[in-house]
């Protein structure tokens, strides 16, 4: 593909199976100047999978917005650079929000590729229904406002979608337990991996078997809608 002057090319990348990244992605990535990357070493895995060696800086959280303006100017000066995040598509819960915005402001043009989302990995595996749906992002840490989130999730009419830590998911689940033990939830782990997993059921049955068997790796947290239709029951 023609890879266009002063451009910036927001690159999804897979979230866990490095086969999934697309086929454009891969040309963008080997056709740009420079690759802006939320974790260098991180992405230099993916790259090295491919044979792909570029340039490669990094761009995340602590100096995005320096890195930004950096990077701004090689493009107003007709340099080409794709973004990747360490996994998915950038700003879903990642950096790039902000570059992406500075990037509109200064009249940067920008392509964005889609490819592989936990989000809605999770949401079809789960086997909720899917034509509409809230993605709430990481839960809170305090605790007090993730039993917040969880009870506006419980009372929802769609099925929402939450990231969450290893290490905060059993007392998450326990939560859930309590506020609704019968409501349907589904946790979904180590997405596109060898270990992939979806654990279905009532939150008290779900909550039960990783108290049990403590879960390790990214974790995806589906809940249902408050009014499930029969044939998702």
């Given at each position: 593909?023609?890879?266009?002057?002063?451009?910036?090319?927001?690159?999804?990348?897979?979230?866990?199976?490095?086969?999934?990244?697309?086929?454009?992605?891969?040309?963008?990535?080997?056709g740009v100047d420079v690759i802006a990357c939320e974790d260098t070493?991180?992405?230099q895995r993916l790259l090295a999978h491919y044979e792909i060696r570029k340039p490669l800086v990094s761009l995340h959280q602590h100096n995005e917005a320096m890195r930004s303006a950096q990077l701004i100017q090689d493009l107003a000066a007709g340099r080409t650079v794709a973004y990747i995040s360490d996994a998915g598509t950038p700003g879903?819960?990642?950096?790039?929000?902000?570059?992406?915005?500075?990037?509109?402001?200064?009249?940067?043009r920008i392509d964005v590729l889609p490819g592989a989302s936990?989000?809605?990995?999770?949401?079809?595996?789960?086997?909720?229904?899917?034509?509409?749906?809230?993605f709430g992002g990481?839960?809170?840490?305090?605790?007090?406002?993730?039993?917040?989130?969880l009870t506006a999730a419980l009372t929802r009419d769609e099925t929402t979608v939450f990231f969450e830590s290893p290490h905060r998911l059993e007392t998450t689940l326990e939560l859930l337990a309590r506020l609704a033990p019968e409501h349907p939830i589904c946790v979904a782990r180590e997405l596109t991996k060898k270990f992939e997993e979806?654990?279905?059921g009532p939150a008290a049955e779900v909550a039960a078997h990783y108290?049990?068997?403590?879960?390790?790796?990214?974790?995806?947290l589906v809940l249902g809608g408050q009014d499930m239709p029969k044939w998702a029951r």
């Open positions: 593909m023609e890879i266009l002057p002063s451009t910036l090319y927001v690159v999804a990348t897979p979230i866990g199976n490095l086969g999934d990244l697309t086929f454009r992605a891969k040309e963008v990535l080997e070493r991180h992405s879903v819960s990642d950096p790039g929000q902000r570059f992406v915005q500075a990037c509109l402001r200064a009249g940067i936990a989000v809605t990995t999770a949401l079809i595996g789960s086997g909720f229904p899917a034509d509409a749906f809230h990481f839960l809170p840490v305090k605790s007090g406002q993730r039993e917040k989130a979806f654990r279905r108290k049990a068997h403590p879960a390790k790796g990214e974790i995806c």
